[in-house]
């Protein structure tokens, strides 16, 4: 079974300053799909960065950027120029074609300071 | 964007009764929705997956006589929590996606209380 795990339930950072989130994950497949989402207070799920597996160039969107490490099995999210708006929970997740399953990891809860 | 509707975002129920929860796709046919459950401070767990004119499939350890899901439109999905109880009182996700290779797509949740 695929798991995700996310080891750092809370971070902070300063406001401007870099943060990376870090996610490993556990399969024994080839070709999947790796997500970051954000969840605001308002619960809803938004999607901030995805990753096709079978890419090694790392995905990036703006201020997010991905560190994909395919043998390692980690997947962690950086943002650049943090903002009073990122603070959120961020849930790193695994999809994988065959189960048309979604899995998401525990969460890390984010803080940026002011 | 593609944009997916819960209603309602909120309900109270007393315990016995049932709530129906609505996962509409307002702009783009969803082939497939999914149901999550998410308690305080935890992440999603995968309840069901349902595909549009078939029966729904649950995840280990979900009741499907307690949680009834119906797909019977391309942009309609349908949880039905029968005979609540106090421990159903969670948050509910819906997601759904046009293709198997589409983006996901949230609904807003339903925070439901069963008092």
């Known amino acids: 079974a695929q798991t995700v795990t996310q080891s750092q339930p809370e971070m902070s950072v300063q406001e401007a300053e870099t943060v990376t989130l870090s996610c490993t994950y556990d399969t024994s497949e080839s070709d999947y799909y790796l997500f970051w989402y954000k969840q605001p207070p308002s619960r809803q799920m938004i999607l901030v960065i995805r990753q096709e597996a079978y890419k090694q160039q790392n995905a990036t969107e703006n201020r997010f950027s991905v560190n994909f490490q395919k043998a390692a099995k980690s997947f962690s999210l950086k943002i650049s120029d943090s903002q009073l708006g990122d603070a959120a929970m961020y849930f790193c997740?695994?999809?994988?074609?065959?189960?048309?399953?979604?899995?998401f990891g525990t969460g890390t809860r984010l803080t940026i300071i002011p | 964007g593609a944009v997916v509707s819960q209603h309602p975002s909120r309900v109270i129920c007393k315990s016995g009764t049932s709530v129906k929860i609505e996962c509409r796709s307002l702009?783009?046919?969803?082939?497939?929705m999914f149901w999550y459950r998410q308690f305080p401070k935890q992440s999603l767990m995968l309840m069901a997956t349902?595909?549009?004119?078939?029966?729904?499939?649950?995840e280990q350890g979900v009741e499907k006589d307690k949680f009834l899901i119906n797909h019977a439109s391309l942009t309609l999905s349908t949880l039905t929590v029968t005979s609540a109880h106090p421990e159903d009182s969670s948050f509910y996700i819906c997601s759904a996606r046009a293709t198997y290779n589409s983006p996901l797509h949230f609904g807003n949740g339903t925070r439901l209380t069963v008092t």
């Open positions: 997740a695994y999809y994988y074609f065959g189960n048309e399953k979604l899995t």
């Open positions: 349902s595909n549009e004119g078939s029966k729904a499939t649950y």
């Open positions: 702009d783009f046919q969803a082939t497939t």
